[in-house]
Each structure stands twice: as structure tokens, then as C-alpha cells.
């Protein structure tokens, strides 16, 4: 009997993908059933304003693309770096103020750090590059709050990656005289690599799905446009700012949602996927 | 021969090589410590900007003079005395409306002061600075107040004060408080808790104890995994379409008798906040399960237990420290999420606190999210206060998880 409950308990979990799947494909599909609807306009023009009936998603795709590709190149490099510090040059007593502090990090509530690219971080770019160039909302800050959001991840999940590496292939080189910058970067960087793959992955599909800090900080509008200084909304600030406001059930603005909705879905769902299935392809066995 | 003899430099040319490369891993070796120096830099200049953001000098002006409706200064009056200004200054209609919310004899002395500040003073910011600006350039901001706002006032303000804490909404800045967004972020959690918790242990001990080794048992465990990292506002999307909306009678009460509301409750809300932190709380207690020593549950079964006698009385109770770890980060996480909150229909303006599941509601990040994309200063400044409140509940908690979790690993 108590089998029974704890198995449903198990299986709710597929339900929940399911409902998912079902409840974001139905609007959705009623989205694209609408007559105005086609995939020639969807992803060929590039205007987003669905009440007017200018559906082209780029405006979207290419402000979170964007975005992202910011975040990555904070989070990445940086986040690589204090995971090699960590693992490879770190005294245990400042390891154990340094972790604390990426834990702590990677912690704080994403419309507290939308408050600092909105009110700190937004000023100083606007003072270095002048504040005609810059508008006030602007993609450039939101990326580089991102990336700061996700460097904890990257670093964690690349930590546990070198710490993986058995101390045998680094004592080996080290036997033959290598630096030790030659051993991270030559010997253990390579080893960790599914690992650090694995990361990379799962933090683009964390910053293609935040929404806080781009709803704050990018943009109210959707915008087509490449340069990062000026204010563009993405798919989720979209989502965030059409549903905040008076939303009517059944309208093509409601659809039109469960449609970002849908392919953002799909998307953190195959780069989840895909980080997983790296992680099993390509990891070194040791033993 | 001079092959080798380039690739294995000897002499002088092999000690000038060495110091070049042990110059680059002292430089690779400041270039990974500076990665990781900025990452502590931007967590400084994060809370240096929330603390900076909730004190400093605000330029205020009234409307009406204090001296005018009282000879003596309005903080010395007492209860009655603030009544009679109160009732000799705003029509009887506000006055019986004030008093249908609240009899006025039971309204506190604060209460009555932030009505009559709020009323009839009509207290209007001109302008705030923030604290770093406050301590050091006040000659200047002296200087800008009786330049532009001759008639106003210069004031050291701390946003973040008691009655922010404890009084309830209000479309002015200056009186705005944070109690019913607190209320409802506390409800929520609750809400989520209650239902999250039994499910996610309940499905983390089927996973570890009774499923077997098959094709249903990964799919099940792959789909967690992947439920864990579903962008937030997908979730959001779900309690719309879900609890909003097709399960609108259970959400909104109608079953249970309540007929002003709609779907968009607390209940759906914490239900959509519940749904989101399931997985979080799934993997924990399964890794709290997993490392319960097998020992232990080849002893009991060599007593006679059965399979739930040993469960219940061995493996739960030495895996309670990491399921508790698992519900507070999985709290944290609940409380910190605006996305879903908005989606689903969060109030963003309301002045009651929530009495019961099927209430309105707001919450602490929503409200932040709100103050900080209002153009005024002033909002910024509560927002800040908003956000250390938020902070230190978040810090509280997690000092909690890792004090429980340190005091029952001893007892194991």
C-alpha cells in the first residue's frame, strides 16, 4: 500500500513534464492555428508586437542570444580561472573563504542582481562610454550581471571536474619538470574537459532562461538590433512583461506567450540533454 | 643532431627558457587569482550598492505647513490630540472610510502620525542621495536643495526602518511598507513547503529503496534531473495554464464556498512554487538516502524489519540532516523567485494582508521588481530596504540549514 503512494509520488514527476509539454503545446498550438499566424511571418520578419499582428520572433531570439553570448564571456573565462585557482593553486585556508563567497554568489535572489545592473552597473557604462551611445536600458549590463550570476556555476561544476582528475597524471608532470601553469592548462584542463563541457552547456541554458535581471535591465521593448548598448526585451522578459499586465485568456498576446514559452522549454531541454550526454561520452575513466 | 640539441636546450639558453616559463606560471598564476578577486569585487559592489541605495539625505517639501494645523511639533502631540488635528483636517467622508478599515480609537500613535503625514501634510520627495553621496558631498547637495528646491527640507533618512517593516502597502514612497509583501512571501513558502516536501521524499525513498534497476526507473531519474533545470518562468507558464486555470474551482475556493476571487491566489502561487522546487528537494533527500550506510539496513532486515519498519525507523531518520539541508536551499530558492510570481498574477499593489489560501497576494520580490522599475528615486531607496530584508531572511535560513545540518551529523 505504502509502495503504491510512494510510486505515485515517483511517477508525479513525469507528470509534471508531461503537463508541461501538454499545457505550454495546446496555447501554443492555438497560436499557430490562428489564421494570422504563419511560419513565413514567425520567422521572417522581424517585428514582435503579436497585437498588431507583427509576429517575428528575431527581435527576441536575438536580444537572449545576445545576452547570453555576453553572459558567457564573463562566466566562462572567468569562471574556468577561479575554478583552476581553486583546485590547483588554493591554500586550504583561503579555500575556505573563497568558496563560501561563489556560494554565496551564486545565492542571491536574480531581481537583486537586476537592481544592481539597473542602479550601478548601468551608470558606470554609461560613463565610459557616454551616455548618448549607452540608453539607460541597455543588453550590455544585463549580460555582465548574467555572467557574474553564473560564473559560480561554472566555477562549481569545473571544480568538481579538476578534482576528478586523479593526482597521478598531475604528479607525473610535475616529475618531469613542468610549471604549474603548464600542468593545469596542458594535463588537467584537457582530463576535465567533459566536465567542464558539461558546464559551459548548462550555464548558456541558465542565461537563455533567466529572466529577472534582462526584465529589469535590457528592456521593455522588443528591439532587432546587434548593438549591445541599446534596449532590446528577450523571450522571457517578454513573457514577464505581457503577463504582468493585463492579459485577457485566449487572446494571440496570450498564445503568443506559451509559444516563447514552448520553444524556450524545448530549448533548455535539449541543451540539458546534450550536457548530460557529454558528460557520459566523454568522461575519462581512470580506474 | 641539431634537432635535439634544439629541443633540449642546454646551458645558458635552457636557464633563460626556464625563467620564461616559470615568469608565465607566476603570471598564469596572478591572472587565475584576479578571476576569482573579481568575483569578490562584485559581490562587494553588490551589497555596497543595496546598503548605499536604502540611507541618505532626501529633499522633502509640504504641502501644507505642520505649524498651521498644530501649535505644538507634531511628534509631541499625543493619541487624542493627533485624532482632533486628523479630524479637524480631512473630510468626514475619508474619516468614517478610515475608520470602516481600522477604528481609529485602536490605531496607534505612529499610525495616526503616518496618516496625518500622509493626509494632510502631504509630505512630497524632491530628491534622495545615496549614502556614500550623503557622507561626502554634503556641502554640495546643501548647495543643490537651496538651489532647485528652495522650499524643501534636508533630511538624513534611513529607509529601512520599523514601520517599513510593519506597515502595509501605499502608493507613496514615503510611507510605503513591506508587511504584506513578507506576509506573502512566508505564506507562499509555506504553501510550497507543505506540498513539496511529502512528495519529494516520499518519491526520493521510492527511487532509492523500492525501483527497480530498469528502463522506467532512468527515464524517471533523467527527467528529474532535467525538471531541475527548466528556466523558472517555464514554471511560471505551468501554474498559469495549470492552476490558474483549469484547476480555477479548487484554487479560487469556489469549491469550498468563496465566491469574490478568481484563480489567481496564494494557493495557485505557492501550488506553482511547490511544482518548482519538487526537484530540488527529490535530488537532496535522494542523496541524503544514499548516504545512509548500507550497514544499517542489512541490520535491521537481519532483526525481522520489514522493508517501510526499516525505512521509517532507520533509513529517515539518519538521512533527516540532508533532507532538512535540501528543504531549506529549496525554501531559499522559493523565496528568491519573481518569474513564476508574475506570471502567474501576483498583485502588485495591495493593502491587506493575506487571510487565507484564496487571498491576493504579493510578494517580497515581486515588490522589488516593482520599486526598482518605478523612475523615482525614492522607490530605488525602498527598494534597497525591501532587498536587505530579503537578504537577511535568505542568510538566516541558511545559517539555520548549515546549524542543523552540523548539529544531527554529531548525533550520526
Known amino acids: 500500500m505504502i509502495q503504491i503512494l510512494l510510486f505515485i509520488a515517483g511517477i508525479l514527476s513525469i507528470f509534471i513534464t508531461l503537463a508541461i509539454v501538454y499545457e505550454l503545446g495546446k496555447e501554443a498550438w492555438l497560436f499557430f492555428g490562428n489564421p494570422d499566424v504563419t511560419f513565413g511571418k514567425f520567422f521572417g520578419t522581424t517585428e514582435w508586437q503579436p497585437s498588431i499582428g507583427k509576429i517575428g520572433i528575431w527581435p527576441l531570439v536575438t536580444s537572449t542570444l545576445i545576452t547570453s553570448i555576453i553572459a558567457m564571456f564573463i562566466a566562462i573565462p572567468l569562471g574556468l580561472a577561479a575554478a583552476l585557482y581553486l583546485s590547483e593553486y588554493a591554500s586550504p585556508k583561503a579555500r575556505s573563504i573563497l568558496k563560501p563567497i561563489l556560494e554565496i554568489l551564486a545565492g542571491i535572489p536574480t531581481v537583486v542582481y537586476g537592481y544592481f545592473a539597473l542602479l550601478f552597473v548601468t551608470p558606470i557604462i554609461?560613463?565610459?562610454?557616454?551616455?548618448?551611445?549607452?540608453?539607460?536600458?541597455?543588453?550590455?549590463?544585463?549580460?555582465?550581471?548574467?555572467?557574474?550570476?553564473?560564473?559560480?556555476?561554472?566555477?562549481?561544476?569545473?571544480?568538481?571536474?579538476?578534482?576528478?582528475?586523479?593526482?597521478?597524471?598531475?604528479?607525473?608532470?610535475?616529475?618531469?619538470?613542468?610549471?604549474?601553469?603548464?600542468?593545469?592548462?596542458?594535463?588537467?584542463?584537457?582530463?576535465?574537459?567533459?566536465?567542464?563541457?558539461?558546464?559551459?552547456?548548462?550555464?548558456?541554458?541558465?542565461?537563455?532562461?533567466?529572466?529577472?535581471?534582462?526584465?529589469?535591465?535590457?528592456?521593455?521593448?522588443?528591439?532587432?538590433?546587434?548593438?549591445?548598448?541599446?534596449?532590446?526585451?528577450?523571450?522571457?522578459?517578454?513573457?514577464?512583461?505581457?503577463?504582468?499586465?493585463?492579459?485577457?485568456?485566449?487572446?494571440?498576446?496570450?498564445?503568443?506567450?506559451?509559444?516563447?514559452?514552448?520553444?524556450?522549454?524545448?530549448?533548455t531541454l535539449v541543451l540539458n540533454l546534450i550536457s548530460q550526454w557529454v558528460v557520459q561520452r566523454f568522461r575519462e575513466k581512470y580506474e | 643532431m641539431n634537432q635535439i640539441k634544439d629541443k633540449f636546450?642546454?646551458?645558458?639558453?635552457?636557464?633563460?627558457?626556464?625563467?620564461?616559463?616559470?615568469?608565465?606560471?607566476?603570471?598564469?598564476?596572478?591572472?587565475?587569482?584576479?578571476?576569482?578577486?573579481?568575483?569578490?569585487?562584485?559581490?562587494?559592489?553588490?551589497?555596497?550598492?543595496?546598503?548605499?541605495?536604502?540611507?541618505?539625505?532626501?529633499?522633502?517639501?509640504?504641502?501644507?505647513?505642520?505649524?498651521?494645523?498644530?501649535?505644538?511639533?507634531?511628534?509631541?502631540?499625543?493619541?487624542?490630540?493627533?485624532?482632533?488635528?486628523?479630524?479637524?483636517?480631512?473630510?468626514?467622508?475619508?474619516?468614517?472610510?478610515?475608520?470602516?478599515?481600522?477604528?481609529?480609537?485602536?490605531?496607534?500613535?505612529?499610525?495616526?502620525?503616518?496618516?496625518?503625514?500622509?493626509?494632510?501634510?502631504?509630505?512630497?520627495?524632491?530628491?534622495?542621495?545615496?549614502?556614500?553621496q550623503s557622507l561626502f558631498h554634503k556641502a554640495e547637495i546643501e548647495a543643490e536643495v537651496a538651489e532647485k528646491y528652495p522650499d524643501a527640507k534636508l533630511e538624513f533618512r534611513n529607509w529601512l526602518t520599523f514601520s517599513f517593516l510593519t506597515s502595509p502597502m501605499s502608493s507613496r514612497a514615503e510611507f510605503a511598507g513591506a508587511r504584506t509583501a513578507i506576509l506573502g512571501s512566508l505564506w507562499l513558502v509555506g504553501i510550497a513547503v507543505l506540498f513539496a516536501l511529502p512528495i519529494g521524499v516520499g518519491a526520493a525513498v521510492y527511487l532509492q529503496e523500492y525501483a527497480p534497476r530498469n528502463f522506467l526507473t532512468s527515464i524517471i531519474q533523467t527527467n528529474i534531473n532535467n525538471l531541475a533545470g527548466v528556466p523558472s518562468i517555464v514554471y511560471g507558464m505551468l501554474g498559469l495554464a495549470l492552476f490558474v486555470r483549469v484547476m480555477e474551482p479548487f484554487t479560487s475556493g469556489k469549491m469550498f464556498g468563496v465566491t469574490d476571487s478568481n484563480g489567481r491566489t496564494i494557493l495557485a502561487a505557492g501550488l506553482t512554487m511547490g511544482v518548482l522546487v519538487l526537484p530540488l528537494i527529490i535530488i537532496n533527500a535522494q542523496e541524503a538516502i544514499k548516504a545512509v550506510p548500507d550497514s544499517l539496513r542489512q541490520a535491521s532486515y537481519g532483526v525481522g524489519a520489514t522493508k517501510w519498519q526499516t525505512i521509517w525507523h532507520?533509513?529517515?531518520?539518519?538521512?533527516?540532516?540532508?533532507?532538512?539541508?535540501?528543504?531549506?536551499?529549496?525554501?531559499?530558492?522559493?523565496?528568491?523567485?519573481?518569474?513564476?510570481?508574475?506570471?502567474?498574477?501576483?498583485?502588485?499593489?495591495?493593502?491587506?494582508?493575506?487571510?487565507g489560501p484564496f487571498s491576493k497576494f504579493t510578494a517580497l520580490p515581486i515588490q522589488i521588481y516593482q520599486w526598482t522599475t518605478r523612475a523615482q528615486s525614492e522607490f530605488h531607496a525602498i527598494a534597497a530596504s525591501a532587498i536587505i530584508v530579503l537578504m537577511v531572511m535568505l542568510l538566516s535560513l541558511n545559517a539555520t540549514a548549515i546549524l542543523l545540518r552540523n548539529r544531527f551529523q554529531r548525533r550520526l
Do not use: C
Request: charged content about 15%; proline content about 4%.
Open chain 1, 126 to 267: 554609461r560613463s565610459i562610454f557616454g551616455e548618448d551611445n549607452v540608453e539607460v536600458y541597455n543588453m550590455l549590463s544585463a549580460g555582465l550581471v548574467m555572467g557574474i550570476m553564473i560564473l559560480p556555476l561554472i566555477s562549481s561544476m569545473s571544480e568538481d571536474a579538476f578534482s576528478a582528475v586523479p593526482r597521478p597524471l598531475r604528479e607525473g608532470a610535475y616529475a618531469m619538470g613542468a610549471t604549474k601553469l603548464e600542468t593545469s592548462l596542458q594535463v588537467v584542463l584537457p582530463a576535465a574537459l567533459s566536465g567542464i563541457g558539461a558546464a559551459v552547456i548548462l550555464g548558456i541554458s541558465r542565461a537563455i532562461g533567466e529572466t529577472m535581471i534582462v526584465a529589469v535591465a535590457a528592456g521593455s521593448g522588443p528591439n532587432f538590433t546587434f548593438n549591445p548598448f541599446k534596449a532590446a526585451e528577450t523571450m522571457t522578459g517578454n513573457i514577464a512583461r505581457i503577463s504582468g499586465g493585463d492579459l485577457s485568456y485566449g487572446s494571440i498576446d496570450y498564445t503568443s506567450l506559451f509559444a516563447i514559452a514552448l520553444m524556450l522549454f524545448l530549448v
Open chain 2, 9 to 132: 636546450p642546454e646551458g645558458d639558453s635552457f636557464r633563460s627558457e626556464l625563467n620564461g616559463r616559470y615568469r608565465s606560471a607566476t603570471i598564469g598564476q596572478i591572472l587565475f587569482l584576479s578571476a576569482l578577486l573579481i568575483a569578490v569585487i562584485s559581490l562587494t559592489a553588490l551589497l555596497y550598492n543595496i546598503v548605499d541605495g536604502a540611507f541618505g539625505y532626501t529633499a522633502y517639501e509640504y504641502k501644507k505647513d505642520p505649524a498651521t494645523i498644530s501649535s505644538k511639533p507634531l511628534t509631541e502631540l499625543n493619541q487624542q490630540e493627533l485624532l482632533d488635528v486628523l479630524k479637524a483636517n480631512i473630510s468626514t467622508g475619508a474619516y468614517k472610510k478610515l475608520n470602516n478599515e481600522q477604528a481609529m480609537e485602536t490605531r496607534s500613535q505612529a499610525d495616526l502620525l503616518s496618516l496625518i503625514l500622509e493626509r494632510i501634510i502631504r509630505i512630497e520627495t524632491k530628491a534622495t542621495w545615496s549614502l556614500t
Open chain 2, 314 to 355: 532507520h533509513i529517515l531518520p539518519n538521512s533527516i540532516a540532508g533532507i532538512l539541508t535540501g528543504t531549506i536551499l529549496a525554501i531559499s530558492r522559493a523565496i528568491g523567485e519573481t518569474a513564476p510570481l508574475i506570471v502567474v498574477g501576483a498583485s502588485t499593489f495591495i493593502t491587506v494582508d493575506p487571510n
